[in-house]
């Protein structure tokens, strides 16, 4: 298929991995999905200290099943990632632990404190959620069934968040201001999960016009503000004075002015080059490392049974 | 030899198992799954499985889990939380359905 029919034909789940679909459908497909996968990976390992610091037995039942399901989300997604044909899961796990693999911005800081976790578990979930719900029409057909599992048990995740949220900010005085500094801390690299402008963007346009997305990054940011800024207020939470957050009556919804955010360090993470980045991915990197005798034993009781699996007639 | 047919109503829905037909090769079991399995129904594409490449663990040989109490896993669960956005109540609506799916069963 060449490019011209894929932007005739695109739309939801329009594209299988029967289709000859042209090397820049299928390399445009795999950066996204990759880095949708690697995200899984690293908010997964993020979030994973916070089952032992989990303030009761509830509340570390929920996070350990949540962790579990993102770690879980990753091995869907590279599986949709792998059906382009462009590169193997082992790859991509490997460019994640060399430090060559992407990944959302929000990962790539230090998390100390269980005031933070509603951001992560709630906001930067919650957005996730908002980009994924529109990724189910999808062009790519195996990413769009994987976002179907991944949206079924996203609800409970950021209910939960929620629910961690409601907690602190109905606490003491001192709870309440600790999770207050935590959002103004977090608050601006949740609005920066959903990218730079559309102008700024780079690969916004084409992965538009070949159905990869149907939404672009202000569309989901503006929509993701409209929600979720009242939510914030309704606990409490005073939203930062910047960036500024804009309500335009006209279009009934909100905006962030731009340039009140930090796109020097946005663009540093993006190359993986802050020290949250090291630290993150060194961390996750040695825990890759650490399991490599079950990954080699695997690999040898697959070897050693492989003999006997009975050809497919070809 | 036996080929499992798996059909797909319309482009981007999933393959669903919808039954078999003997053919010697997978060429023909293509052919003879278009003819018994494709023809009547809604159908935009069909796979073929040979039977003998399919495993299968049942409920007498392994517990599939759900049975322990993991209301702590369901958005169901967390009722004093109005779903935050439109997508989160679809989550919550989908967790609900099979929920009651699990209930009518037991």
Redo the contacts between chains.
Sequence with gaps: MDLETVKERAG???F?P?DDMPEEYRKAATRMIQFHANSEVMGGYLEKPFIRQAPSI?RK??FS??VQDEIGHAQLLYRAAESLGIKTRDEMLDELARGDGKFLNCFHYPMESWHEVPMIA?FVD?AA??R??TLKNTSW?PY??AMDKV??????H???G??IL?ELMNGSKATQEKTQAAFETWWPRIIQFFGPTNDKSVHNDFAQEVGLKTKSNDELRDTFLD??VP?AEKYGLVVPEYPRIEYDEELDTYHVNEDDLNWDEFWTIAKNASDGSHEQINSRAKAQEAVEWVRESMHGWEGASGAET?Q??? | MIWEVFRQDKPGAYHKHCGNVHAPDRELALQFAAVQHGRRMKTHSLWVVPHDEIGEIDADETSFGGTTDKTYRWATSYTDIEPAAPEVAESEAEQADVEKSLEADS
């Design positions: 939801p789940r329009q299988a029967k509830d039942l929920a099943a949540k709630f919650g959620m908002h994924q719900a057909t769009a069934h949206c079924f048990e996203e609800g409970f950021v209910k939960h929620e629910s409601s929600t979720y939510k009975p497919a007639a070809d």
